[in-house]
T-cell receptor
C-alpha cells in the first residue's frame, strides 16, 4: 500500500539547534515533494518544493534534501527559534495520479524551547 | 493571508443534517482543491476542480459533493452527516493543475457534528 511516514509525531529541540525532520514514502513515484508548515487551527503554508532530479534546496534557514533511491526527504531548520514551533507536513505528487493532487504525511510537531 | 477565503469558519450541526462549505480561491487561480483533516486521518484529499470541471477525486464519500461555479468559487456539500464527519475542511487553490504550482490553503472550516 502507499504510505508517507514522517519520522516522529513530535520533536523537541533547544533554540539555536538544527531541527531535522524526515519524510519516507512507499509505493509512490513522486514528480516533486513539498514541505508545508501548519499552525494549530490554521491552513498549511507552503515552504519549499524540491523536484525529483534535485538533491538539495535552500531557503534562508531552511534546507530540503530529496533522495529518490532511499525514498526519503529530509527537512532541516538551522538556528531554530521558538517561532519555528509548528507542525511540518511533507506532501508529494505522484506520477501515477493527477498532477497537482497532493498526498500528505501526518506531520511532525516541532517544539523549540528557549 | 493566503488570499483564499472560506466560510463559515465554524459550523455546529446535528447528525443527519446537510451543510454547505464555501471557498473563494485566490484571484487568478483556476484550480480548487478540497481536503479533510481529522485527528486520526491527517490531511486527506477529497476532490479537485479546474475551471469549473472536476479534475480528480480522492477519498470523498458519496454523501459529499462539490462544484466550482463560473466565478470560480467552490462549494462542498456534506449531507446525512455523521459524527465521524467532524473535522477541519480546507480549500486550497493554485493557478493551474499539472504543474509545480504551489497550493495556497484557506483558513479552514471547523465542522462539529453532534
Amino acid at each position: 500500500s502507499q504510505k508517507i511516514e514522517q519520522n516522529s509525531e513530535a520533536l523537541n529541540i533547544q533554540e539555536g539547534k538544527t531541527a531535522t525532520l524526515t519524510c519516507n514514502y512507499t509505493n509512490y513515484s513522486p514528480a516533486y515533494l513539498q514541505w508545508y508548515r501548519q499552525d494549530p487551527g490554521r491552513g498549511p503554508v507552503f515552504l519549499l518544493l524540491i523536484r525529483e532530479n534535485e538533491k538539495e534546496k535552500r531557503k534562508e534557514r531552511l534546507k530540503v534534501t530529496f533522495d529518490t533511491t532511499l525514498k526519503q526527504s529530509l527537512f532541516h531548520i538551522t538556528a531554530s527559534q521558538p517561532a519555528d514551533s509548528a507542525t511540518y507536513l511533507c506532501a508529494l505528487t505522484d506520477r501515477g495520479s493527477t498532477l497537482g493532487r497532493l498526498y500528505f504525511g501526518r506531520g511532525t510537531q516541532l517544539t523549540v524551547w528557549p | 493571508d493566503s488570499g483564499v477565503t472560506q466560510t463559515p469558519k465554524h459550523l455546529i450541526t446535528a447528525t443527519g443534517q446537510r451543510v454547505t462549505l464555501r471557498c473563494s480561491p485566490r484571484s487568478g487561480d483556476l484550480s480548487v482543491y478540497w481536503y479533510q483533516q481529522s485527528l486520526d486521518q491527517g490531511l486527506q484529499f477529497l476532490i479537485q476542480y479546474y475551471n469549473g470541471e472536476e479534475r480528480a477525486k480522492g477519498n470523498i464519500l458519496e454523501r459529499f459533493s462539490a462544484q466550482q461555479f463560473p466565478d470560480l468559487h467552490s462549494e462542498l456539500n456534506l449531507s446525512s452527516l455523521e459524527l465521524g464527519d467532524s473535522a477541519l475542511y480546507f480549500c486550497a487553490s493554485s493557478a493551474s493543475p499539472g504543474t509545480e504550482e504551489t497550493q495556497y490553503f484557506g483558513p479552514g472550516t471547523r465542522l462539529l457534528v453532534l
